[in-house]
């Protein structure tokens, strides 16, 4: 037994607590920095990770005053330096404490189980994996050269490569090479979102078998998460496919990081510590010196300006992978323009004549619709009473299947009233349409369509409502696959990463909505949502040169349009970077938002603009610290656009600055700022405030 030492641990503090999270305590046994230890924690006895270990008593603490560990956890390794960096940055970068982000990075099962039960877990894992790939196919001559520029520099990269030019096959020969060359390496694969592509899952289990890669992402149970965690933390999982929430798996030999779609907007956490899977998955790519690839058709402007040329600032290497495996050539895009169709024409005909035909000749199509739901809203016309939320600034939607109006946002749900509540009017009507309408409207004006061997037509839909149900979305998935569905209607869901070998028409049924959007993203949103799209037709390169990306618009000149109907990825990022470059916004510039939550919308916004007017005080007390100022813009406080949700108002601030560093320093100010402030009684109204870096909708 060696003498007593001091130690810092990491525990789960509340969110914001300003001592970083780090709380001291004696240790009577030798423990090493990343070890998991068990704590008294007020009452409590809590999970920890210590952070630092040092030979001398704190001096403004009397040592009797310092509790003293209670456990070792036996049997798991420390969490390396790497990992620990990794989570330091993250609590700093997105302004939360080092407990939060650390023990909100571990599995669940490791802070609740006891520490026998957890024993008993740890007796299952022993090997390490040794990887087998399977023969597969002959490379391309494009897949063959931006694997061998991955040799050629550390990268970062970002692969640019149409819809099915056979990224992934690059992606995982990647990983196949790095596991062969060295039999300890480690290599993190990050999905959007796993449950959307349960195929890309099997095809890394069926290439590498089912022991050496492990899954992490919400979906798995408390003890399956623990069974993976452990898994790659002992280095014998040796590739985790994940959601975001994988960037923080404990991988000790990681050397590869794979980022799939890396535009996608679900690498952004949307609470607690609103960190962004991609950005860090690039940061730590440095710390473990691993090779960092992000993939994707239609790149976020971010990653597509950081790989712009070396000389003009880039950092980011871009490959690139034009054509698509085979012969498969990119669907060909028609736009009808809506202005010439009868009012109110929702499928217009020759929309539908090209369905009609397609159906006949046994093919599949899919249709995009990125509303769920029967209609948006319910109208009286005599009085004018909408569907409103009481709770929310948002229309309660129709749902006619049960005859239900939902809001989306709280989730109030009552019956459709038989008449107006307003005036009694009974004929109260639906606004504008969704999904479920989309697929009932489709089944009327199609229901004398026959398939080839004269059965009827089957319509299917996809979408939040109709995959509610665990286990729904893959079969209904695997029903299409097999060919039972003739057209899929359905929400974004249905547009991204599936293999859908039989498509040959995918149409956007009304995309105009994101062209006019307050939030500047929402042309990027909607170019990558269409190429994607249009990515799910002819995947089969048989079928490939017939297929076809159909868009109705009202505006189908529209830039944005004419760079689809090119497929022009970097025609489209151009002109946007333009438009961002002459606003000052992202990725030019950097922004924060600072929010705030209360009973009434004057209180969250009191609190945020007494915020900046301190803030602002401050700063001016200290040239160096007035400086910054200069660099940062502090915006008064709005309403957000969602302005109350579930009856609690909502108000934002945003802070922007073409330095990141900048912005940085002013948010650590601000934060202690925002301590002070909290506490005084003319702000009480407020429920909660929290800080968004980098966000991704503002
Ligand atoms: P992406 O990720 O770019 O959409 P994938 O890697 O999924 O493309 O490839 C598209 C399809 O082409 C897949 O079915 C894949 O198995 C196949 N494929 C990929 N590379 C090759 C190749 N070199 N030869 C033959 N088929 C390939
Ligand atoms: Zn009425
Ligand atoms: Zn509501």
New binding site residues.
Partial sequence: MSTPCWIEVAVQTPAHSQVGGLLIYQCPFLVRPGQLVRVPLGQREVLGVVWTVQGVAPQDMPASAVRSVLAVLEGIGPLDTSWRLLVQFSAQYYQRSLGEVALSALPPQLRDLRPEQLARRLKKHTDRCVVQALPT????EE?NRVLAQMQQSPGPFLLF??????????YLQAVERMLTADPQAQALIMVPEINLTPQLEERVQARFGTATVVSMHSGMTPAQRLKAWLAAHAGQARIVLGTRMAVFASMPQLQLIVVDEEHDPSYKQQEGARYSARDLAVYRGRLHNATVLL?S?TPSLESWHLSRPVNEGGRYVRLH?PSR??TGLLPKVRRVDMNKQARRTVLSPPLLAALQARVERGEQCMLLLNRRGYAPVLHCADCGWKSQCKHCSAFRVFHKIDRTLRCHHCGLTERVPRACPDCGNADIAPIGRGTEQLEEHLGELLAHVKRPDGSPIRIARIDADSTRLKGALQSQLASVHAGEVDILVGTQMIAKGH?FRRITLVAAVNPDTALFSSDFRAPERLFALLMQAA?RAG?DAAQSATSEMWVQSFHPQHALFEALKKHDYPAFAASELAERTAADLPPISHQALLRADARSQEAAQALLNAARQALEELLNEDTATANLLTQVSLYPAVPMAMQRVADVERAQMLLESPSRMALQKVLWHLHGVLHQIRKQPEHKGVIRWLVDVDPQAI
């Fill in positions: 196919h002959a490379l391309s897949q490569g149409s819809t099915g030019s056979g990224k992934t096959e690059v993939a058709a992978m495996i085979g293999d990515g995947r």
